[in-house]
Each structure stands twice: as C-alpha cells, then as structure tokens.
C-alpha cells in the first residue's frame, strides 16, 4: 500500500531571466494517512510550489508525485480539476469565499462541480457548516462574518466532499492569535477524527500544532520530523555551511 | 443540472452590476428595436402598397393607344378582337375613357369625383357589386344614352342614400342615374376621390359628348394574375401585329409596378436593416469588452474556483452564460421596446408621411433578432470565456 501523497524526486524549475530558480530541488517525501504534517519555510524556501504540487494546481516539471497511488504528473487539466475537487480541500489564507454567495452556497460549490444533485447538496452542506459551528447563519454573506468565522466556511468548504486531504495555506495568516488558534484547533480536531491535514506556514510556532514537520530551504527539505526537536526551528542561513537559530 | 446553477449564477451576477450590464445591454437593445422596428416598416409600407394597389386591381393591364393619327388606329372592337384572340391569357376588356367635367347634384360641387366611360361588361369585369338599380347594359352604349351608375360615397353625400332615378350633372350634360354601387372602400377619410366617389357612363356616350372619335385608353383583365407578364408580352405582340410599331401604344401592368415597387422598398428596408444590424455587432463588442473586464475582476473567483475544482469547460460555460445571458435580455428588451416604438410610429407616421402605415413587426424578425442576440453574446463571449478558462490557478489564486 503506497503513502496518500508520495514526493519522488520532485522537481519545479522556474525561468527567470538568465538564472533557473529551483522551487523544488529534488524532493522526496512520504505523507502517510491521518497524518497532520505542517510544511514550513520562509518565503521562497519552496513551500508554496510544494503546496501548489501537492494541490494539484501545478504540475512538477521533474520527478513524479502520486496522490493516493495515482502519478497527477501525467493527468490532463480536466483530470487535475477533477483531483481537486474529490480528494482535496483547500483552505486559504485570505478565507477566499465568494462574496456574491451566502454561505450555503459557497459551501456547496464544489458538489455542484462534482454533479451532486440540489437536494443532497443543501443537506450536505448544511451539515458541514454546523459541524463549524455556522449552522445559524446559513443564508448570511461572507461579509457580514468576522475573519474567523469566515474562515470556518472555508473549511467547512474544504470538509464537504470528504476529501483524502486538507490543504491549509497560512490559514491564520490573516487573523489574530486568539481566533488563529481556534481555526488550528479546529484543524487538530479534524485530524483526530481521521483526516490528513498539511498546513503550510511560515510561522515555526504555528508549525509546531502539527505532528511532523517538513521544513524547506531553497527548494529543499532539511528537516522532516517531530515539532518538538531542536533542529525542526533550526534554520541554516543560505548559501553558508554555518547554523543559525530561527525563531 | 449544471446548467441551470450557471445560468442563476449568471443571473446572479448580472444582478450584481445592474448598472453596467445595463449600458452594456444598450447596444443590444437599440439594434434589436431598430431591426424590428425597421422590419416593420418595410413590412407596413409594402402591405399598404398592395393594398392601395389591390384597390386598383393587380389582376388587370391599362392599355393607352395613340395610334398614328386618326388614318392608322384600331377601332374598339379591333381591341375587343386581340382580347379574344389571346383568350388564354386575357377574359375582359373595357374601354376606359376619362372623361372630365364638374359634377354637381343641384347646387353642390363634387371637386374630387372621377367620371369614366366604359362598356357593359367593366363593373362586372372589376368585380363591382351593384348595390341597386342595374349596371351600364350593351343598349345604353348603342344608343348613347346619357345614363350613369354612381359610387356608394356620391349617392350619400348627394342623394342621401336614394339616388337611383335621380338627376346628376357633368359639366354641361344631365344624366340619370341608374345605379348605384356597393360601398368598397371601409375608411371614412379615404372615401371622398376614393374608389366610392365615382362615375360610370356608356363609352359611346362620353365619346359623343367630349367630341372624340377614337378611345385611347382601356382596361384588360387576365384570366390569372400570376401570368402577369406574359399577358402583357401577348397583348403588345398583337398591337405590334396591327401598327409594325411599338411607339404607339403602351401597355401598363399595376402587377409589374407592384412588384417594382415592393422590390425598391424591401431594398430600402434591407439596407436599413443591415446597417440596423450593424449596430448588434458593436453591442456585440461592447459585452466583449465588459466580459473582458469582468475576466480580470474576478481572475481571483476563476482561481478559487478551479481550486474547488471547476472544469476548463465549467469556467467557459460560466462566462458564455453571462454574456449571452446578458444580450438575450436586452434582446427581449429590445424586442419590447420594438413593439412600443412601432405601435407609437404607426399613430404618428400618417401625420409626418401622409401615409398610412402600420407598422407591424413581423413574428420572423423578432425571432431572428433575439435569435442573433443571444448568439451574439455567445461568439462575443466565446474569446473572454475562453481567456477566463484558460488563467494558470496558481497565478489566478495569486491576483489581487
């Protein structure tokens, strides 16, 4: 039995002028089921064309990443979106809902590209958003919810075609301690009930929510393992052998 | 299913940007009621034409012979001989003289009456109904007898209803009415110099009393007026027959002239229409344009989208929609519009055009224009949508 998602020799190369920026340099990782593995890094350490990869938004230009035994290397478009929409939810920093859409509707976008039809839609929906706590405010409008709350949208909207993997990017990037913890409560709890969850950030303290850390520097993994190690918030600066803390 | 989520959506959305979907409606809207209302004038204009026409009978030809001189010219019964001759083609003949004078019904002038010299078989041959008393009959021709069959409109206005028996003068002349004609024409205002206001008198007598000794002018019914042309061609090969020249006579054909004149005016009317036309593909533009726009505004929606796994296909459809969803409405509004601004043309035009015209937009036209509306939306549609379906999600997610 293959991991859920499979790293194997991955690469991304970006053109950029003269020079070849390495997005991923050969990374090669394992992320079993149930696990909730936070992908650290600075900005251009990699981690967001890791996230893009693993969403199934980009394709790598080397190696092969498989998502549940399937190669996403070799999908068309149209299978990519397909991917997208059963085995992976999203969760944004910017909570990212439709503004026109209340919630129901917003959370029901992706059964109605997965072709379910409006009754089983509506129920199915609704039950995720009360599972986040929303039940109430069900015809309401992102706009008129606070940051955290929206934000429980967007994971009610990622929970609601059940899918093999959350996805969160810097999903308390824009809200203060208080409610970002909550919305990373909210993430353990879902990991506890079976899900795999892989959160992206920068924040070695957010991070450390997690049960593994995989931590990226210029494209490369430098450490995968237990939060609670010293060497998982240990940072080397570029370019240098030498070791620097990071906090 | 899918397919009504997106059409509410782009409803939806519509809604949203109520303004501009508007001022881009605009453009729709004013080709579509300029196309219908186009449409219908031409429409309203070749129907009264046929109609004014119909009056005066497409089934038949006006004969107008000069001859040369009074030494070569054809008698009537040379005429009424070439009518036989082609019995294939042509039933009746009448003669057809003008003959002018006041007419006046005691003290009263009637300025607008026409009065004409024609033999016994024209009322028939015209398809008039006498109302009472009898018609011109072959004996009143023999004799010269002053007698005369009036139009409904003359024995209202001067006898009030009973005028058969009664005395009319023309010019210098009395005659005696004998008959009265059925009313033909429905219109009040179109009555006085209309088909109603008219006088018949035996041939022979009209020719006596204005001193002439030929009839120049005719009238000859065919026996189908689909043949009208061949009619005619048979007729001036048999005067041609009788003079070697064909500067003599001219045969005149209402049919003809109708179809020259409804060719000319649906001429007209398409070139106005084509340029009409013209004004939906720059609506067409216009929603490119704002679908465009509309791209770039929500390139973020189009990225989230795709990440809760939209389809290239459901993107496309999703802006393909909006657009023709957009032109489909200012098809129908336009439609509306048509229909209002062609009620109120067809109060006003007689009063402009002296003309009555109702403007009547056809059921093909305002199929065809929201027809071409909605495809409009969908071709102009077609290139933003595509542009939409196309955006990378990853830089879509990234747009600001």
């Given amino acids: 039995m293959s991991a859920l998602i499979e790293f194997e020799q991955v690469c991304k190369f970006y053109q950029m002028g003269d020079t070849v920026v390495k997005a991923a340099d050969h990374i090669s990782m394992k992320i079993e089921k149930g696990e909730f593995v936070a992908i650290v890094g600075q900005s251009g350490s990699g981690k967001s064309t890791c996230m893009n990869i693993i969403g199934c938004l980009d394709v790598p230009t080397e190696g092969t990443y498989r998502l549940n035994g399937r190669d996403v290397g070799k999908m068309s478009r149209n299978e990519l979106a397909a991917v997208r929409n059963e085995m992976l939810g999203f969760i944004f920093q910017q909570y990212d809902l439709l503004p026109r859409l209340n919630l129901l509707e917003n959370v029901e976008v992706p059964l109605i590209y997965a072709g379910v039809p409006r009754s089983q839609r509506h ?71 079976g899900h795999t969850v892989v959160l992206i950030t920068h924040d070695n303290s957010i991070a450390a929510m997690a049960r593994r850390i995989i931590r990226l520097e210029d494209g490369k993994i430098v450490y995968d393992g237990d939060p609670a190690a010293p060497e998982a918030t240990r940072i080397r600066p570029a370019g240098k052998g030498g070791e620097a803390e990071c906090s | 299913m899918l397919l009504t ?35 219908g004038l031409g429409n309203g204009i070749t129907k009264s034409v046929e109609e004014s026409f119909a009056a005066m009978g497409t089934d038949i030809l006006q004969l107008t012979v000069w ?21 294939d083609l042509l039933k009746g003949v009448s003669p057809n003289i003008y003959f002018s004078g006041n007419v006046r019904v005691g003290t009263t002038t009637f300025r607008y009456t026409s009065v004409y010299g024609v033999n016994e078989e024209f009322l028939s041959m015209r398809n008039y109904k006498i109302a009472e008393g009898r018609g011109i009959q072959y004996m009143d021709i023999v004799d010269h007898k002053q007698v005369c069959v009036i139009g409904d409109y003359l024995a209202r206005e001067g006898f009030g209803g009973d005028a058969v ?18 009313p033909k024409v429905e219109s009040a205002d179109l009555q006085m110099g209309g088909d109603d206001d008219r006088i018949y008198l035996p041939y022979s007598t009209a020719m006596r009393l204005s001193s002439t000794s030929t009839v120049n002018d005719y009238i000859v019914t065919m026996t189908n007026d689909q043949y009208v042309s061949q009619a005619k061609a048979a007729l001036e090969n048999s005067l041609y027959n009788v003079f070697q020249d064909d500067s003599v006579y001219y045969v005149y054909s209402m049919g003809e002239m109708l179809d020259v004149k409804n060719a000319t005016i649906s001429m007209a009317i398409t070139v106005l229409a084509v340029i009409a036309g ?28 795709k990440a809760l796994g939209a389809r290239e296909s459901v993107i496309m459809l999703q802006f393909v929609m909006e657009a023709a969803t957009t032109s489909a409405m200012g098809g129908v509004f336009g439609i509306l519009l048509g229909y209002g601004i062609s009620s109120v043309a067809t109060s006003v035009l007689p009063s ?49």
């Avoid at chain 2, 216009?286 to 390139?299: A, D, K, P, W």
């Fill in chain 1, 123 to 193: 129920a199915r929906a609704k039950a995720v958003l009360e599972q986040v706590g929303l039940g109430d405010k069900l015809k309401n409008k992102p706009n008129q919810l606070s940051g955290g709350q929206q934000q429980r949208v967007s994971i009610a909207r990622a929970l609601v075609r059940g899918p093999s993997v959350i996805l969160a990017d810097e999903p308390t990037g824009a809200l203060d301690s208080h409610t970002g913890r909550e919305v990373l409560k909210m993430l353990q709890q879902l990991n506890e009930q």
């Fill in chain 2, 165 to 182: 028996g009664k005395t009319i003068k023309i010019g210098a002349y009395k005659f005696r009415i004998v008959g009265v004609l059925a």
């Fill in chain 2, 67 to 87: 001859g040369r001189g009074t030494s070569r010219n054809i008698s009537v019964d040379g005429v009424y001989r070439i009518v036989d001759e082609n019995s």
């Fill in chain 2, 278 to 305: 013209i004004s939906l593909v720059v609506g067409g533009i216009g929603i490119m344009n704002i679908m465009l726009v509309s791209v770039t505004e929500r390139t973020r929606e189009i990225g989230i989208r």
């Fill in chain 2, 5 to 39: 989520e997106t059409f509410w959506l782009a409803l939806k959305n519509i809604w949203s940007n109520k303004m501009r979907t508007f001022l881009t409606m605009l453009g729709i809207i004013i080709g579509v009621t300029a196309v219908i209302v186009i449409v």
């Fill in chain 2, 352 to 400: 402009i055009i002296d003309m009555t015209v109702k403007v009547s937009p056809t059921m093909s036209s305002v199929v065809v224009a929201f027809g071409i509306s909605v495809g409009i939306g969908v071709l102009f549609g077609y290139l933003p949508a595509l542009r939409a379906a196309r955006l990378n999600p990853i830089e879509a997610l990234r747009y600001d």
